[in-house]
């Protein structure tokens, strides 16, 4: 797989802040990666950076093969974190000038303005002023104005903010689909849900470092797996099972019956504590075991970071 | 390039596809229009105020003021024809006129306006004249006193009477000088009781001289025998200073003024139009389509369209009313403009001066989120400019001043300063020496100013002047 954007020890100062601090890390071409953290912890600054918007005072940074993104930016799709759209335009004017400042010429542009815009559902409201659409409306067509003219690389900081979910899930499709054209598409988000359902990998931030570069299964099993136990059981004897690192106690019942969640060591196998379980004879309900989500990830691995 | 030229094209579009841009367009002409056609319409359509003589001083001076009225409404008609010929012919037929005015009277004037300037002269209507002297109301003439008089008067000049008195005058006198009780309907009006006294006091003086045994004839001899005052300098084409010698002064003026305007208001347009794209975003996301020169250099010349469209407009529409209501002075314009260059001063005054105002408010523009702030930040810009503005005046009556001539070399200063000293005829030094600082210090404003735009564009907060300064001194910011 071919690298689309490659970042080599960035480090980005405003004056003694550090605001990015010796990020490394890379995206493969087609990949669709999730740029995850806390708000301040310099995914906006990466952004301006990858994009040639600010310089970043230490560090390389590679966009589809070219030193400086200013010189491939008719490749690339932006989508900014605080929206702008000219409010007395048209939805098509609108795509269509940012799509002709792409490159495209004026008629394909206006052309694909009106197509996307009914493939959105957006069709009776393309001649309509921006300022006369509703917020949702209004980001749609930002977002169709950053990939009207196909880029090869697609930056959406925070795209899913403000929408709501019907919405959000219109975008997920969106992005799946520029994936599917063979589109890399990298997304800041604080949000982890949109990143487990969208990524093939994922750039984990805390206060200007990276604290994880992978996909979601390495990501997930930096958090630790927990077994739901539920039953007339002590604490003590669900400690002693084979792979239980800590024990911790959610409800008493009135009847003696007990919810606990007990935390697997790492590489543990949930399997073995279940049959001890079963030949120690402990009146058990239910026994789950459940996988660490990518929230549950983030918490682990950024610690006492955010 | 072809960025660049996308948005000069929409930033041009969304300012012409306005009503407000329209509206503003016409307004300005029909403005002017009305004020320039008012004074004249009202003083046409209104019927000349009527003043009664009261005469109580025994000294018979009504014929004596009817005749001065009379000789002061020549001296307007003659002026009113002197200014249509001059429209019409020039300037040279005005001084004509005037001059067989002051040589032969009212008659010889009308006389030399029908060979001049036929055309005007058979639409010429004479201004109404400033006061028609009507008959005394039998119950005020019948008065003896200065009191009675004014009693008797006053319902006159109250509005519900059918006399409609405007004016009442009560002449009285004594053995040593003559009183005037000058009755008026409007208290704002001042003008024709200086008048009168004028008039009285030519009046007293003749009568005392007589009496003192100076002949009539003598007396008429030195009222005519005024000093011959001849006006020259060694910058007028002919014998003496004409008009068409000023005319290039005036018009470098007019021309600084239009030049002062136009800049200001294009780089208001900017200004507003950069803070409207940095509070919506949008300039985010045109940094990532586009350079800032290209953003900026697309911005400045698509206002300059927009101004220089509705310039052209203003200038078509200004010669068209020119070409039709005074073609006589348009050909003497046309020359001034051509032989005295003007027009190119003005063009290359034009773009340097539109150049270094844009940039500058420009840049203030991105590092502004509301107008207010902008507003904030470009008052003491508009301190500094009005300093031109006071001096531009004062450069019509003494183009030459030590001040003005400095302040020509101030680059800021010398589009519109040396515009209006480029009608005086500077030196080669002065006008290449100014040109060339002023050529400077534009890319000096446009290199800073790209450097400040960009920074202020990605900026969010208030804009720190001495920690931009210092960050382009560094060299911390390298242009996009």
């Known amino acids: ?306 | 390039m072809r960025r660049l030229l996308k948005i000069a094209l929409r930033e041009y579009l969304s300012y012409v596809r306005t009503i407000g841009f329209w509206l503003s367009m016409a307004g300005l002409p029909v403005i002017i229009g009305v004020a320039i056609m008012a004074p004249t319409l009202i003083a046409r359509s209104a019927p000349a105020p009527k003043m009664a003589i009261i005469d109580l001083s025994g000294r018979n001076l009504t014929p004596v003021i009817i005749k001065e009225f009379e000789r002061q409404q020549s001296v307007r008609v003659a002026k009113a024809m002197a200014a249509s010929a001059t429209a019409a012919a020039g300037p040279k037929a005005g001084e004509a006129i005037m001059a067989s005015f002051d040589a032969q009277g009212l008659k010889a004037a009308d006389v030399t306006f029908m060979s001049l300037a036929p055309k005007v002269a058979g639409a010429f209507k004479a201004p109404p004249p400033e006061v028609q002297i009507v008959q005394v109301p039998d119950s005020v003439a019948a008065a003896t006193s200065a009191e009675a008089a004014g009693k008797a008067l006053k319902p006159y000049l109250a509005d519900e009477t059918s006399r409609g008195l405007t004016y009442g005058a009560i002449l009285t006198a004594d053995t040593k000088s003559l009183s005037v009780d000058f009755w008026s309907r409007n208290i704002g009006l001042q003008t024709l009781d200086d008048r009168l006294k004028d008039i009285l006091r030519d009046e007293d003086r003749r009568l005392r001289l007589t009496q003192a045994g100076v002949s009539d004839a003598l007396l008429k001899d030195i009222d005519t025998a005024e000093p011959s005052v001849r006006l020259r300098s060694p910058k007028s084409e002919g014998d003496q200073v004409s008009l068409r010698d000023r005319l290039p002064t005036v018009i470098g003026f007019a021309m600084a003024m239009g030049l002062w305007t136009v800049i200001l208001s294009g780089a208001g347009i900017l200004l507003n139009s950069v803070v409207e794209d940095k509070s919506s975003r949008v300039l985010e996301v045109l940094l990532a389509s586009a350079s800032t020169s290209e953003i900026m250099g697309g911005k400045i010349l698509g206002v300059a369209a927009v101004t220089f469209s509705v310039l052209g407009i203003w200038l078509t529409l200004g010669t068209a009313m020119l070409l039709t209501s005074a073609p006589g002075l348009s050909e003497d314009l046309v020359a001034i403009l051509a032989t005295k260059g003007l027009a190119y001063y003005f063009g290359f005054y034009l773009v340097g001066g539109y150049l270094i105002y844009a940039c500058v408010f420009t840049a203030i523009g991105a590092f502004c989120e509301t107008t207010r702030e902008a507003q904030t930040l470009v008052g003491p810009m508009m301190l500094i400019l009005s300093i031109p503005m006071i001096f531009m005046s004062q450069s019509i009556t003494h183009p030459d001043m030590p001040i003005i001539k400095i302040l020509c070399w101030v680059p800021p200063f010398t589009p519109f300063m040396m515009m209006v000293r480029a009608a005086a005829g500077p030196t080669l030094l002065e006008m290449v020496g100014t040109g060339l600082g002023m050529v400077a210090f534009m890319a000096v404003t446009l290199w800073l100013s790209g450097k400040a735009f960009r920074a202020g564009a990605l900026s969010t907060s208030k804009l720190d002047p001495k920690a931009l300064i210092m960050g382009i001194i560094r060299r911390r910011l390298k242009p996009v």
């Not at chain 1, 799709?77 to 792409?102: N, S």
């Not at chain 1, 959000?168 to 799946?176: G, K, P, V």
């Not at chain 1, 949109?194 to 099993?221: I, N, Y």
């Open chain 1, 1 to 306: 797989m071919t690298t689309a954007l490659s970042l080599n020890g960035v480090t980005k100062r405003y004056g003694d802040f550090t605001a990015v601090q010796s990020l490394s890390f890379e995206v493969g071409t087609g990949q669709i990666c999730g740029f995850l953290g806390p708000n301040g912890a310099g995914k906006t600054s990466t952004i301006r950076m990858i994009l040639g918007l600010v310089e970043p005072t230490e560090g390389t940074i590679e966009v589809l093969g070219a030193q400086d993104a200013r010189k491939v930016r008719e490749r690339i799709g932006f989508l900014p974190e605080e929206r702008g759209l000219y409010k007395r335009m048209t939805p098509v004017d609108a795509i269509a000038f940012f799509a002709g400042l792409k490159g495209m010429g004026d008629r394909e542009a206006r052309r694909r303005a009106k197509e996307m815009l009914e493939e959105q559902g957006l069709g009776a409201a393309m001649s309509r002023p921006i300022k006369d659409l509703s917020k949702g409306m209004s980001q749609k067509v930002q977002l169709l104005s950053a990939i009207a003219h196909d880029p090869e690389l697609v930056i959406l900081d925070e795209p899913f903010s403000g929408l709501d979910p019907v919405n959000q899930q219109s975008l997920e499709a969106i992005i799946r689909g520029l994936a599917a054209k063979g589109s890399t598409v990298l997304f800041s988000t604080h949000v982890m849900q949109h990143a487990e359902r969208l990524c093939d990998r994922v750039v984990l931030m805390a206060r200007g470092r990276k604290m994880f570069d992978g996909d979601l299964a390495q990501a997930r099993s930096h958090a630790p797996r927990l077994l739901v136990l539920e039953g007339n059981i002590r604490p003590e004897a669900v400690q002693a099972l084979p792979g239980i690192e800590r024990v911790e106690v959610s409800t008493v019942a009135d009847q003696g019956t007990v919810h606990l969640s007990a935390t697997l060591k790492p590489g543990a196998n949930g399997q073995e504590a279940l049959r001890a379980a079963f030949s120690q004879g402990l009146d058990l309900r239910r026994f789950e075991l459940k996988e660490p989500t990518l929230h549950d990830a983030f918490i682990a691995l950024t610690g006492d970071q955010i």
